[in-house]
């Protein structure tokens, strides 16, 4: 496996990781560091990485920043019941170039991926998601993007990327391996009009902050359809983060962040999770452990995985039919997990890569509302890509 981009962890958070007691996090996972190399990773599950570049954020202004508080908070906090294993890589370091930074990070997910472990990106600008993104480009045909953030990130795709356009690159640039790119909690001021009628265009997914607050086990069946999520910090509100990582007043609060994180983790789909937009400071305390908390909510949630059904055993779920107007709406309910689907009808003339997408996670309430004549977003959505 070529990890060779990776740098050890620092000897000081080593150092400070010897006086934690001997069940703290930080004792019992693999840690890449200096005197002994990359850790073996045959029973590893998940991989902590840092990536230290943000030269492409709009308001960078050359400070360099690095990652060893997170660290200590992460390595400070007691494991769960978990049966994964764990370990830290270390960090990615800025290459000459950006460009050189997004090969590097492309490099090392694609490989991680190939074997079979999730990597959890810690990073700078949130543009490094376009580097996760192309990581995929050899492995499946269609990827979706799921971005907890305020802002949409479209931006001008003519323009170079920034850590606010990196979207458009997405949409843009060849190979297309974008299915499906949905938004959590974005904040309509912050937002073009523009920006948000072209979301729809695209038949794109975008929920408001308020609609998620209200409940936030409504993203479940979106972070069940993900592969890739990109958690920017600026959806967080001021309140719950250190001074100079403050954005808005308004945004996620750290258990609603934290309960989003974990919905993440227990998607069996998502292969790739990463935090990006940390602005080290020094009252970084509040940061840098909600962001150890985001984390150690995501591992708890791949430690609770359970198998989906394949629904080729007739007695392993139940099958719904709705009929609305001139449309046949087919949920199923799987009897081992209690959760649900719909089918999106499969067109015959569209391309063979889009069939994997033709079960469609949802909830409950779709299929009440289904049944009161209402015709879910999502399967509206998705049945409307199918049809481009």
């Known amino acids: 496996m070529n990890l060779s981009f990776l740098s050890p962890v620092q000897d000081l958070v080593l150092a400070h990781n010897e006086l934690l007691p001997t069940q703290a996090l930080g004792r019992k996972i693999k840690v890449h560091s200096t005197q002994n190399g990359?850790?073996?990773?045959?029973?590893?599950?998940?991989?902590?990485?840092?990536?230290?570049?943000?030269?492409?954020?709009?308001?960078?202004?050359?400070?360099?920043?690095?990652?060893?508080?997170?660290r200590k908070s992460?390595?400070?906090?007691?494991?769960?019941?978990?049966?994964?294993?764990?370990?830290?890589?270390?960090?990615?370091?800025?290459?000459?170039?950006?460009s050189d930074t997004y090969f590097a990070v492309t490099t090392t997910v694609n490989e991680l991926l190939k074997n079979d472990i999730i990597p959890i990106i810690i990073g700078g600008s949130q543009d490094l998601t376009y580097a996760t993104y192309r990581s995929y480009d050899d492995l499946m045909p269609m990827v979706?993007?799921?971005?907890?953030?305020?802002?949409?990130?479209?931006?001008?795709?003519?323009?170079?990327?920034?850590?606010?356009?990196?979207?458009?690159?997405?949409?843009?640039?060849?190979?297309?391996?974008?299915?499906?790119?949905?938004?959590?909690?974005?904040q309509t001021y912050f937002n073009s009009q523009e920006e948000i009628d072209l979301?729809?265009?695209?038949?794109?997914?975008?929920?408001?902050?308020?609609?998620?607050?209200?409940n936030v086990s409504f993203v479940e069946p979106i972070l069940r359809d993900a592969n890739?999520?990109?958690?920017?910090?600026?959806s967080i509100r001021s309140s719950e983060v250190s001074s100079k990582q403050k954005y808005s007043p308004n945004g996620f609060?750290?258990?609603?962040?934290?309960?989003?994180?974990?919905?993440?983790?227990?998607?069996?789909?998502?292969?790739?999770?990463?935090?990006?937009?940390?602005?080290?400071?020094?009252?970084?305390?509040a940061t840098s452990m909600l962001i150890a908390?985001?984390?150690?909510?995501?591992?708890?949630?791949?430690?609770?995985?359970?198998?989906?059904?394949?629904?080729?055993?007739?007695?392993?779920?139940?099958?719904f039919t709705v009929l609305i107007e001139e449309d046949t709406l087919i949920f199923y309910k799987s009897n081992k997990t209690g959760r649900w689907w719909i089918e999106i009808p499969f067109l015959p003339n569209i391309d063979n890569k889009l069939k994997r997408h033709t079960l469609l996670p949802c909830m409950h309430e779709d299929y009440i509302d289904a049944s009161n004549g209402k015709i879910p977003e999502r399967w509206y959505k998705a049945f409307k890509k199918n049809c481009v």
């Open 293 to 319: 908390q985001i984390i150690w909510y995501f591992i708890e949630g791949v430690n609770c995985r359970v198998k989906d059904d394949d629904f080729s055993d007739d007695n392993g779920y139940q099958k």
């Open 228 to 234: 890739i999520v990109s958690l920017d910090l600026r």
């Open 38 to 70: 990359l850790p073996d990773l045959g029973d590893v599950k998940m991989v902590i990485m840092g990536v230290l570049e943000n030269r492409n954020d709009v308001n960078y202004i050359g400070e360099e920043f690095q990652l060893n508080e997170i």
């Open 74 to 98: 992460l390595y400070a906090l007691f494991p769960g019941n978990w049966l994964s294993g764990v370990a830290d890589l270390g960090d990615i370091k800025q290459g000459e170039q950006v």
């Open 144 to 186: 979706n993007i799921v971005n907890v953030d305020c802002n949409f990130d479209l931006g001008d795709s003519a323009k170079p990327i920034k850590n606010t356009s990196f979207l458009g690159k997405i949409i843009m640039e060849q190979p297309y391996n974008l299915f499906n790119y949905s938004t959590l909690g974005y």
């Open 253 to 285: 609060d750290g258990k609603e962040i934290c309960a989003i994180s974990r919905y993440a983790g227990i998607s069996n789909k998502v292969s790739s999770f990463g935090i990006y937009e940390y602005k080290p400071s020094k009252d970084d305390e």
């Open 199 to 214: 979301m729809e265009k695209l038949y794109f997914e975008a929920y408001r902050l308020g609609e998620i607050a209200n």
